[in-house]
DNA sequence: GCGTACCCAG
DNA sequence: CTGGGTACGC
């Protein structure tokens, strides 16, 4: 019986985010895979060498600019798939449907990873491509798995699911992370089969992911939201041992908005 | 009998300098006066504040981006002027001229910072207005004083006037600040009165005052050129004592591509 | 290469 | 506020 350690962190640039990554992943906290979102480079720029010397193997797509993902780990992963494979993606859609989804199997253990259109505003169209990516994120549940087998789905979803997970939820509600629908959207992803995980094991309010850059003093204030999940079926929830918020690595110099959030199982 | 230090340093934006400033100015070096320029701000933008709580005061005049000038010191001047002041300013020009030229006066000592224009290319317009800009200096100094007052010029000149100047003379002879025609543009300022207080004190070559971020390790390598000048009437240079160049403010963090040339005087 | 400025995004 | 892009100057 053995313990493996798995995370997600929206690092907002992952060269910007190279020294905490570094403190990071040669401390104790270390997990064995750390999900990324918004790596905002271009393959070519990714920092694969310096994850390799800290003995990670990487999986990553990015872009310029914009969204981008990847998958260190230790171990390295058996299968890969970018994007959501569904026919559906518009032509000028496919890059970044391909920088926000991983899906990534290591051994048995499925692993998808994925960052969430934002949405920008609640009337506009990308609202409605978020409400129909929530969509299209379940029937790639449904036809690459069951809910009996062992995944986890990480990553920022943008969606903070409940009052518990936003500091002031009454000035919130039209907000494209807090609105009705997008709610709905997740938790018809998650009636499919899922447990969340992080509550589960952090069931109290105050527990965030993402603290705004724009919001005075927003992270020691503790004015954030949880919008960075750990999810995953019924099997994981029951091999998950721990949660935990990293909020040292917020609290560095130059941070990403974001802070990563660990999950420990017993294998 | 007591030193007076006088320096000039092209600081290529001194709000980002400013860690580098504080370090030179609270260090033994410090010159009572320092010529700055490529301030790269506007008036409001100016760190007076800060200059004043490490004991300086501060006469500036600066635009968006580009130029900007300012002289530091502990003592005040008594007289100020900006600009050229020669009625042969174009009306476009007259934010740049500005911000390009300040004379001020200290008791009997007469000091003119200058920053001028770079050139461009030499088939350039701008390079045409290089050649006036020297011709008006002089002008200036004709207009204003004799070669028996007491007079530094200090400044990037945008000009190095011998093979001594420049790491490879060779590959040069068609650069703006090396081609024949500025030389002898700015030996013309030279021949109203002036000496080279400089190479006074630092004849041998290899002594530099700007090495360019682009030419790769140009530092270590001492691949540079003299262009940052200390000048003075024959009264000035009689009473130098010594001319050094700071070369340790180019080897800090992030800093300018040039350093500061500094010089004591007995007075 | 390293400074500006301005744009976009979250 | 802090990323990334562009353009421009030296």
């Known amino acids: ?51 390799k010397e800290l003995g990670y193997h990487s999986l990553f797509k990015g872009m310029k600019s914009y969204n981008g993902v990847a998958v260190i780990s230790k171990i390295e992963p058996d299968e890969v798939e970018f994007g959501l494979n569904d026919g559906a993606v518009e032509p000028d859609k496919e890059e970044s449907e391909n920088a926000r989804v991983v899906f990534a199997k290591f051994g048995d253990l499925n692993i998808l990873n994925t960052y969430i259109p934002q949405g920008k505003e609640i009337d506009h169209p990308d609202y409605q491509y978020k409400l129909r990516f929530f969509q299209r994120v379940r029937q790639l549940f449904e036809r690459k798995l069951t809910p009996k087998e062992k995944l986890l789905w990480l990553g920022d979803l943008n969606v903070a699911p409940t009052d518990f997970d936003v500091t002031n939820p009454k000035n919130k509600k039209n907000h494209v992370c807090f609105h009705a629908d997008v709610k709905n959207a997740f938790a018809e992803v998650m009636s499919w089969g899922f447990v969340d995980i992080f509550r589960k094991h952090l069931p109290n309010d105050g527990e965030y992911s993402y603290w705004d850059y724009r919001v005075k003093d927003a992270f020691t204030r503790n004015i954030g939201w949880r919008i960075d999940h750990i999810i995953g079926t019924e099997i994981m929830a029951e091999s998950s041992k721990k949660v935990w918020v990293e909020r040292s690595l917020r609290a560095m110099e130059r941070p990403s908005d974001h802070t990563a959030v660990i999950a420990s199982f017993k294998v």
Chains 1, 2 share one sequence.
């Not at 350690?5 to 906290?29: D, H, K, Q, Y």
């Open 1 to 51: 019986m053995s313990q493996i350690s798995i995370g997600t962190f929206n690092v907002n640039s992952v060269n910007a985010r190279m020294p905490i990554l570094e403190r990071f992943l040669t401390s104790e906290e270390a997990p064995e895979i750390l999900c990324l979102q918004e790596t905002k480079c271009r393959d070519e720029m990714f920092p694969e060498d310096l994850f």
